[in-house]
């Protein structure tokens, strides 16, 4: 059974940072794209950023390009967003998931799966 569990959330100041982590677990961690997308009351699903574990590669959506890093941990199964410079409207509920496709899941999906998301909320 394919589990994602993202934590890390939490209320920081505009301009502050963050770090979120996904935990991986029941798929070939080393073969899977994984992907973090967000969703704000009001708002469209968006896609954050995906990293390909096999081919290598990170991906940003074009409102956190710059700001967001991806990283990926195959020894622990884990992959990180470490978000800077964070905004008021980075404000939202962040998941992370496993994708066929990282330009998919930069696009708003679609997703394979994904677990519990963590709530992020940046004050002004």
């Known amino acids: 059974e394919v589990q994602l569990q993202a934590s890390g959330g939490g209320l920081v100041q505009a301009g502050g940072s963050l770090r979120l982590t996904c935990a991986a677990s029941?798929?070939?961690?080393?073969?899977?794209?994984i992907g973090w997308f967000r969703e704000a009351p009001g708002k469209e699903r968006e896609g954050v950023s995906c990293?390909?574990?096999?081919?290598?590669?990170?991906y940003y959506g074009d409102s956190v390009k710059g700001r967001f890093i991806i990283s990926s941990d195959k020894s622990k199964n884990t992959v990180s967003l470490q978000m800077n410079s964070l905004k008021p409207e980075d404000t939202a509920v962040y998941f992370c998931?496993?994708?066929?496709?990282?330009?998919?899941?930069?696009?708003?999906?679609?997703?394979?799966?994904w677990g519990r998301g963590t709530l992020v909320t940046v004050s002004s």
């Open positions: 029941g798929l070939p961690f080393a073969d899977s794209s």
């Open positions: 998931a496993v994708v066929s496709r990282c330009l998919w899941a930069i696009d708003g999906g679609p997703y394979d799966y």
């Open positions: 990293i390909r574990n096999k081919q290598g590669g990170t």
